[in-house]
């Protein structure tokens, strides 16, 4: 799935997707240059796409169609294309007039449909969670604008959700004042009465901020959340488990577990599931420098970090340059497969791809020590998506210049 500039004009961005097989090529039964998911009149941009666990897709964008404010839109596709049950050029997922900014966030409500998390801004940010049938309508238990799981004082904050394995979700946010924060939403659009009112924190009160949150699934409806938290200068990773009943996991520090409280910097973690109860967490760390590395740890279902791995972190790549952005999944039989942004000496950008092992971290023997290349520093790109392929490794999509245009 992309943003499509074909029709030549910088402001009508469009949205498209390709089927790609798993013998590598694309779908023969799908337009080779493309499927047009949405032409709609202006721009559509911010996409993001996830599974749909039957062959297809849910894909989502914001939508500049109606000339004013940015609207985020959803749709489906099947192995066969665009599903023809839902509106031809998506399904509006706020009526709200207010102009959204940071991508929609989406799972699967384990039926048909999905659930949609949007930043709506207000006095702050209105973490608002939208529910769609299997059938492209908006679930009648939720308003047209959503139901307003939590608010953030601060302004543009990008949750987390993770579903619940009973038909309701569990959406995740950062607040300065009190740190992260979880709501579980029932099928019914209600907010689940043994949670606070306010939300559940993650933390104790503490004296720090929390950004970048993001959460998977505990295998039990419940979620295991990872964060970046500042104080007094420092930069550093914490995480927290919170069950489906709304309590804070007591084999937990109170505070959340510090995932990396290294020197330096440790920012925009990603979390992965182990494949057990427990998870891989990774993160971009500057304790070494001025370039960033690739770091990665354990967090065991215990609430303490993996004693076989190293205490503040395993390093899966330093290097010359810098490499950030960093995203993680399930690798085969165990461990994890990571892939990040590579800057080279030159700043030129590439993509790479590691996989570590369980055990205790370290880089497979198999692999090369400084990671696999996926897109050549010769090329030169500059965005890219990953998915797992569901039988521990991982699809990769990237844009980049080798034909001397995006």
């Not at 993001?48 to 940015?70: E, K, M, Q």
């Not at 959503?146 to 394995?165: E, F, L, M, Q």
């Not at 607040?175 to 009465?193: E, I, Y």
Request: charged share 10%; hydrophobic share 40%; with cysteine.
């Amino acid at each position: 799935m992309w943003e499509d500039w074909r029709t030549a004009v910088s402001t009508n961005r469009d949205v498209y997707a390709q089927h790609v097989l798993a013998s590598g090529v694309p779908d023969p039964a799908w337009p080779a240059n493309g499927l047009a998911v949405c032409t709609a009149t202006n721009m559509q941009n911010t996409v993001s796409i996830i599974s749909d666990g039957a062959g297809g897709a849910f894909v989502s964008w914001l939508d500049y169609r109606n000339g004013s404010t940015f609207q985020p839109f959803v749709h489906h596709l099947t192995s066969s294309g665009v599903d023809g049950t839902w509106p031809s050029s998506g399904r509006q997922l706020l009526t709200s007039a207010n102009s959204v900014t940071v991508d929609v966030q989406m799972a699967r409500d384990g039926s048909t449909g999905v659930y949609a998390l949007v930043s709506v801004p207000a006095t702050g940010t209105n973490l608002t969670l939208q529910h769609v049938t299997g059938g492209g309508a908006i679930d009648a238990n939720f308003t047209a604008n959503g139901v307003i799981a939590g608010n953030s004082t601060d302004s543009g904050v990008r949750g987390a959700i993770v579903r619940d394995n009973a038909g309701g979700a569990i959406v995740l946010w950062t607040q300065t004042t009190t740190g992260a924060l979880a709501m579980r939403v029932q099928s019914s659009g209600a907010k689940d009465p043994a949670w606070p009112a306010a939300g559940r924190n993650l933390t104790t009160p503490i004296s720090a901020s929390a950004a970048a949150i993001v959460a998977v699934s505990d295998q039990a409806g419940g979620a295991i959340a990872a964060w970046n938290q500042m104080s007094g200068g420092a930069h550093d990773i914490y995480s927290q488990h919170i069950a489906v009943n709304g309590v804070v996991d007591a084999s937990w520090p109170a505070t959340g577990l510090v995932v990396c409280g290294a020197t330096g910097v440790q920012a925009l973690p990603r979390i992965c599931t182990d494949g057990g109860t427990g998870a891989f967490v990774a993160w971009q760390d500057l304790r070494n420098g001025n370039d960033y590395d690739v770091y990665a740890q354990h967090v065991l279902a215990a609430g303490v970090r993996d004693p076989a791995w190293t205490a503040n972190g395993v390093a899966v790549l330093i290097a010359t340059g810098s490499q950030n952005l960093v995203e993680i999944l399930p690798a085969s039989p165990s461990g994890a497969l990571l892939v990040w942004d590579d800057i080279g000496s030159a700043g030129v950008r590439g993509l790479i791809a590691q996989k570590i092992g369980a055990a205790s971290g370290n880089v497979d023997p198999s692999w090369p020590t400084s990671g696999a290349a996926i897109a050549p520093y010769d090329y030169g790109y500059s965005s890219r998506g990953i998915s797992t392929d569901g039988n521990g490794g991982v699809f990769v999509a990237w844009n980049d210049y080798r034909l001397g245009r995006l």
